[in-house]
């Protein structure tokens, strides 16, 4: 029999090496990103202590707020444009065939491509001269409505979200079908004695019982969201006039091109802030919804 | 459409057929959907063998002449061998690394009780929730000081902190559901953990260690944010860090930089057609438990 000391040696060897790269890499950044946020450093040279002034810099910034802004309409646009139309793609095509499966497997594609691609690829879609978003337009005699899609900042946040949506709602399409295909034939049986069927058992019965999946969805949905830095970065760099940048895009803008690297930090921890506070709610919300 | 059905048969044969033809509207509607979704891509591949001429004169149909050179001047120009190699070696590196750290973690916290356990458990759950970006500044720091910037390691180590926490949690799941019956034959074999380990769990995990290297390769394979930041010497770019920065060079020849793009996602695109199935149940089992 293995000794208890020969235990403890293994979980040692095997566990540590594991948590000490995760500790360096993911934990102890956080703490030194809201410890430098209190400085002043250039990179070089000694850093100046300046308690609070980068956290009142940022609040008087304009651009921070547009950032802040702009990632919350990237997180009303990924629920409102990725879970419906995820959920419906499911319903229609939860079962086996293999018309399901080719278009399940089509919507998905797109979340195997790298960001840079996706942005790349949406930048042309979306080009003043040659872009498809616009010809197509122009076909459907819509000649008014075309513009310069990431350049107008009227709407160049909503054509951001776009390619967002559209990479993303693959895993989303794939997660309710799990969910709908789990559930147990009696429930189908149970409804069609009850002559429940159509509309009917769809929001009486099918919705209620994947409700738990759709809250989960949604949570995905917020922190994919403030993930979003890609895509931005490649098809505008947070620009024209910083009108696309988001909290993730400004801590980058305002750190690394103009060696800010403390301000960068305060951006940072603030960016975590805002990440805890977003699921803290959501965790609210849900909890008293299944209560 | 399932419920088109259902309500269908229950409302005689008359209406039937208006609701086969329903269904198939409704078909034709899903396959313009999947069009759709797959036009960018097939405009990326067609225009990526277009003339800049031919690109701009018919920016939509089937190029007029196959230019497959163009694959072979973006190959030279964008140094994208060199690109290609780097991504190689951080990937497999990094995927290697996380395989090995994240199934002896799990292997630990799924089978052995000691004090902290649930501390650790906590601290990967955090993990989970820690926005990538909101790291990067005080990575960047902490590596410049380490003398780490602008080397493999700047990349592989924090891809694999980073995919820990999904990582550890798929195999501590997977290895619950292994009976520890398995062990206990082996324990009064005499063998000790490692042994254990080696010869009995980790030939079971097949299952679980390919899953975990799929959403590892796709996640270090397509990342760019952290390339960005931490690599500057050209000769460590990696794939989407050089792609970025093509587009920006050659920003007017558009068939070349299609032709750079269509060289960096074939090999993704190839894999997911190989392994659609694991892959989208990969990702969606470690976004789940994410």
Redesign the interface.
Known sequence: MPTAMRSKGFIALALLPALLLFLIFVIIPVFWSAYYGFFSWKGFGDAKFIGLDNYKEMFRDPIFWRALRNNLILVVSSIVGQVPVALVLAIVLFKNSLFSRFVRSAVFMPMVLSTVVVGLIWGYIYHPQFGVANHVLDLLGLHSWTRAWLSDPKVNMLAISIPINWANIGPYLVIFVAALQNISPEIHDAAKIDGSAGWNKLIHVTLPIIWGTVVVTIVLCISGSLKAFDHVIVMTGGGPARSTELLATYMYNSTFSVYRYGYGSAVSTMIMIVSAVLIALNYLATRRKSS | ????I??AS?SGTGKRAVFKGLAGF??LI??A??VV??Y??Y??FTSAFKTNQD??AN??GLPKQWMAQNLVRAWDLGNMGRAMLNSAVVTVSAVILTI???V??G???SR?S?PLKKV?VV??T??L??????????????M?NMGLLDTYGALI??Y???E??IA?FLSMAYMSSIPKEIEEAA?IDGS???GI?GRMILPLCTPIVATISILAF?RF??D??FA??FINTQALKT???S??LF?DGFGTD?SL?MGA?AI??LP??V??LIL?EK???G??AG??K?
């Open positions: 459409m399932n419920a088109t259902t309500a229950r409704g078909k899903l396959l959907y999947a979704t797959l960018p891509l405009w990326l690109f701009f920016p939509y090995l750290l994240s002896l973690a292997y630990v916290l052995f000691f650790v601290l990967f955090v993990g929730l820690i926005p990538i970006h909101s790291t990067l500044v005080p990575l960047f720091i902490m410049k180590l924090p694999t902190a980073f820990l926490p550890v324990m000790g953990w490692w380990f796709l394979w397509n760019f944010s960005l930041v794939l989407p860090l792609l970025s587009s558009y930089t793009m960096a996602v993704t695109i894999i997911y659609q892959i989208m149940k990702m969606v976004s789940t994410g």
